[in-house]
């Protein structure tokens, strides 16, 4: 049997959150008025008629129940909201994605964009200069664009674009990190497992990482995937073989924790999963994996969109909507436990 830390979200501290309190974004107002983009504030509407829309949705992949759900809620608000919806998989390829953004673009149907970047710096110019031009109004979800991968607050938002939503910033990362250091104040060996390399989440997970290196805990080994259980798997078995004295892995997507959970049952090996799907709550209830982090396809997407719809209807909208601080989540923190499980809801 696993040596199992338990933690409660008392003794976290709600891990140790640094992030701003709970509000919902109808309850924020964003922090640039809406206006050009030239002058480095949201779009102004290029319809007038939320009808009138004609919205490309460019998803990072399509392989997984994250972005199906995601896609699944797109489809269904676009036709509560009566506009026109393409889907784009970007089959966690970014150059592919590049391509069929910049073919969306030239093709002039699309007047707006729903964007899940694979890499963001390589669409920033795209998204922000030849989209504006165009008269395309751009909402980014999940991941941050042009280099903002670990940036915090509205600094998640590039100017020119409608909105940013998400709730994998680098101080949930860091909240994370500091959960494992308090599961283990003595020290301890850790790996991780993250999704693609170029990914910002990835990117956050491996800066907030760094952290350790300031005590007694060390990581042996960091491996990036293409969020599969299948790579997981394999990533996790190479990482016990090569250290059999480690102790902690932190998997950043439950779709690669299932993976790790397989490779580590019958060891001693802590896992700490971010993703919260239906399978990481049952397992956190049942003590195979420590704890969990919620993770909001749905209304991550439609969040976004959201943002576009009140663009075009005049109403404000924020920059930045914090999935980690939503009113909805129990007790305002998306930090799931054995104690609190019983609270969430997944949404895939």
Do not use: H
């Given at each position: ?96 994605q590049f391509d069929q953004m910049q073919t969306a673009l ?173 399978w990481a709550l049952d397992n956190v209830k049942s003590g195979?994996?420590s704890s969990t982090i919620i993770m909001l396809p749905r ?50």
């Amino acid at each position: 049997m696993k040596n199992r830390f338990l933690l409660t979200a008392a003794a976290v501290g709600v891990a140790a959150l640094v992030l701003a309190g709970c509000s919902s974004p109808s309850q924020e107002a964003a922090s640039n008025p809406t206006g050009s983009s030239e002058a480095g504030g949201q779009p102004a509407a290029s319809v007038e008629s939320v009808k009138d829309l004609k919205v490309a949705y460019f998803s990072a992949g399509s392989s997984n129940q994250y972005l199906q759900a995601a896609i699944d809620e797109a489809q269904k608000y676009a036709a509560d909201m009566g506009f026109q919806l393409d889907v784009f998989d970007g089959q966690f390829d970014a150059q592919t994605q590049f391509d069929q953004m910049q073919t969306a673009l030239t093709s002039g149907k699309y007047n707006a964009f729903a964007v899940e970047p694979n890499d963001g710096n390589l669409v920033c110019n795209l998204l922000t200069k030849d989209a504006p031009a165009a008269g395309v109004m751009v909402a980014v979800f999940n991941l941050p664009i042009c280099g903002r991968a670990t940036n915090l607050g509205d600094q998640t938002w590039e100017p020119g674009t409608v909105n940013y939503v998400g709730g994998q910033t680098l101080d949930v990362y860091e909240s994370w990190v500091d959960q494992v250091k308090k599961a283990y104040p003595d020290g301890a060996k850790i790996a991780l497992v993250s999704g693609p390399d170029l990914n910002a989440n990835s990117i956050a997970f491996f800066q907030a990482a760094k952290a350790f290196s300031d005590g007694p805990w060390e990581v042996v080994a960091q491996q990036t995937t293409n969020y599969t259980t299948a790579q997981a798997f394999q990533a996790a078995q190479t990482i016990m073989q090569a250290n059999p004295d480690l102790n902690v892995i932190m998997s950043n997507f439950s779709g690669m924790t299932r993976g790790v959970v397989q490779a580590t049952t019958g060891s001693n090996v802590d896992v700490f999963d971010f993703g919260g799907d239906q399978w990481a709550l049952d397992n956190v209830k049942s003590g195979e994996l420590s704890s969990t982090i919620i993770m909001l396809p749905r209304q991550e997407t439609k969040y976004a969109l959201q943002g576009i719809v009140d663009l075009v209807n005049g109403k404000e909208t924020p920059v930045f909507v914090n999935l980690a601080t939503l009113d909805t989540l129990p007790g305002g923190s998306p930090f799931v436990y054995p104690d609190n499980v019983a609270e969430y809801t997944a949404e895939y």
